[in-house]
């Protein structure tokens, strides 16, 4: 590790975190973990943009680090960088649009351990305990333009950057990723 250098250090989950997975543009990160929660991050700058709730309401701190069968296990970003899937231990496999709040669809499926989705987004594939590997068609989707600007900027330009872009408040609101 004498070549890599420690940018930051996010804090925030109350359990292990044991998955994660940067959007296409690398402008966020979504991470899971045991405390029963996906958040969405800002790496750039540390924020918390979203929140997705596995257990409902969500349980305290104290108690988001027990045994609650709700322990998410895997987070992957679409390549649209607009949706991401995740799976917990109740049995789901959840679709969620990260701008909002709760999934948009909800598939089932037991001893879930990981997923992934194909390089064109038209597929999530999901492995399990039992040595299978399960299958999703993924909707198509026109992405708004701007999330196709947001995409197309942050590519080349971390958060502090896009920040400070000579354009006008309305503008930068448009183009950062904001709750």
Same mark, same amino acid.
């Given at each position: 590790?004498?070549?890599?250098?420690?940018?930051?250090?996010?804090? *925030?989950?109350?359990?292990?975190? %044991?998955?994660?997975?940067?959007?296409?543009? @690398?402008?966020?990160?979504?991470?899971? #973990?045991?405390?029963?929660? &996906?958040?969405?991050?800002? +790496?750039? /700058?540390?924020?918390?943009?979203?929140?997705? *709730?596995?257990?409902? +309401?969500?349980?305290? +701190?104290?108690?988001?680090? @027990?045994? /609650?069968?709700?322990? &998410?296990? #895997? %987070?992957?970003? #679409?390549?649209? @960088?607009?949706?991401?899937? $995740?799976?917990?231990?109740?049995?789901? %496999?959840?679709?969620?649009?990260?701008?909002?709040?709760?999934?948009?669809? &909800?598939?089932?499926?037991? /001893? @879930?351990?990981?997923?992934?989705? #194909?390089?064109?987004? $038209? &597929?999530?594939?999901?492995?399990?305990?039992? *040595?299978?590997?399960? =299958?999703?068609?993924?909707?198509?989707?026109?992405?708004?333009?701007?999330?196709?600007?947001?995409? $197309?900027?942050?590519?080349?330009?971390?958060?502090?950057?896009?920040?400070?872009?000579?354009?006008? $408040?309305?503008?930068?609101? =448009?183009?950062?990723?904001? %709750?």
């Amino acid at each position: 590790m004498d070549k890599y250098t420690m940018i930051r250090k996010l804090e *925030g989950h109350h359990h292990d975190v %044991v998955a994660c997975d940067f959007s296409p543009d @690398g402008a966020l990160l979504a991470t899971a #973990s045991y405390d029963t929660r &996906v958040y969405i991050w800002d +790496p750039h /700058n540390g924020d918390i943009l979203m929140e997705f *709730g596995h257990l409902f +309401p969500p349980p305290t +701190p104290i108690f988001a680090g @027990g045994a /609650n069968d709700r322990w &998410v296990r #895997s %987070v992957s970003f #679409s390549h649209d @960088g607009l949706h991401i899937a $995740s799976l917990a231990d109740d049995k789901m %496999v959840r679709f969620w649009r990260i701008d909002e709040d709760y999934p948009v669809q &909800v598939a089932p499926l037991s /001893n @879930g351990l990981c997923c992934a989705f #194909s390089t064109d987004g $038209s &597929v999530l594939a999901a492995g399990t305990h039992d *040595g299978s590997v399960y =299958f999703w068609a993924t909707p198509r989707q026109v992405a708004s333009l701007q999330h196709l600007c947001r995409m $197309s900027i942050r590519r080349v330009m971390p958060t502090q950057e896009v920040q400070k872009l000579p354009v006008p $408040s309305k503008v930068l609101e =448009f183009l950062l990723y904001r %709750v």
